[in-house]
């Protein structure tokens, strides 16, 4: 039996997945690893097969045309046979001891029968050039070592939000609400966490710092100007996060706040995207976001437009748009993404 599957979406990473790979496999063979390779141009496929054959029945190779992190994610998901499915970027990689502690808790968990759908566990910036790593952990939010239910969480902090880099979620119940990423779009991390989020019965977190996330490649996707140039994409998961649940359907008010929350901080980094781009058709996409918001959801909208972040994000004219800039800088110095 194989209790988690670990799917490695690969796309010319020949340079630095195999620290990937080799972060999961003191797994052993309760585990198995897919590496999934995206179409890439360069060794990945070469490098997966090698693996494959010094680890027959821990690591799979599967090769797809090209069609973006999402669908490499949809593929990792159709083949996995894990009762847990966690997604590792090609370029970041897992702590051992974390992954031992996780492995054994899911083992519990399928061996007793005992049904929790997501593990949650604290993940680390591993910036290049930052001597104190930050890391997001959740222990004032989630009590540990314990089934949770929505209605046990806390308060999130604005950079606490559960990211797919701290989320495992159990691979049937991933199948049965139909997650399907969109193809040849960056960004579909945050439907990937957000979209199961209503169909989630029981969580457990386990406070250890087991997902290390890489920031340093000039050309990864939450480089600032990549994501400014590739404006139209992070626009484009927004709305459909928006459009997927009328959320005062959400029976749990405090998964209704957390994922009202969520928006609130889609909004905020599409918006300064537009902001930062100083490009007038950015602002004009920027208050076309706005309206879609208000016409979709209109009660939603006014809890984030009047928020915090809404008003930060909407000061008028270009002395506002300088100071959600600099607000911006700072958060960003303060908790060290991108």
Known sequence: MKYI????????????????????????????????????????????????????????????ENGGHGDAVNYGLRY?????FK????????????????????????????????????????????????????????????????????????????????????????RLCQLELPKHTFYVDNIYVYYPLPHVRTLYYIDTDFYRYFIGREDQSVNEKIMIGRIDQQLFVTKKMIGMYELRTITSKKLRKYMINYLAIMMTVSSILCIRSKNDENLKKKAELW??????????????????????????????????????????????FN
């Open 5 to 64: 599957t670990f799917a490695i979406p690969s796309y010319n990473s020949e340079a630095y997945m195999e620290k990937a790979i080799n972060s999961i496999l003191p797994a052993g063979e309760d585990v198995e690893i897919l590496v999934v390779n995206d179409g890439s141009k360069d060794r990945t496929a070469e490098i997966g097969a090698e693996y494959e054959k010094r680890y027959p029945g821990i690591v799979r190779l599967v090769n797809k």
């Open 80 to 84: 996995a046979t894990g009762e847990y």
């Open 87 to 174: 997604v590792v970027d090609s370029d970041d990689w897992l702590d051992e001891d974390s992954l031992m502690k996780i492995l054994l808790k899911a083992k519990e968990f399928v061996d007793e029968k005992t049904e929790v759908d997501m593990i949650i566990s604290n993940y680390v910036y591993e910036k290049v050039g930052m001597e104190k790593k930050k890391v997001i952990h959740y222990r004032n939010v989630l009590p540990a070592e314990r089934i949770l239910h929505w209605d046990d969480i806390g308060s999130f902090h604005l950079d606490q939000y559960i990211l797919m880099h701290s989320v495992i979620y159990r691979t049937e119940l991933l």
């Open 291 to 336: 309206e879609y918001l208000k016409k979709t959801d209109y009660k939603t909208y006014l809890k984030i437009r009047y928020g915090i972040l809404g008003q930060t994000m909407n000061l008028p004219g270009r002395p506002g748009r300088k100071v959600s800039s600099m607000a911006y800088s700072v958060a960003r110095r303060i908790i060290g």
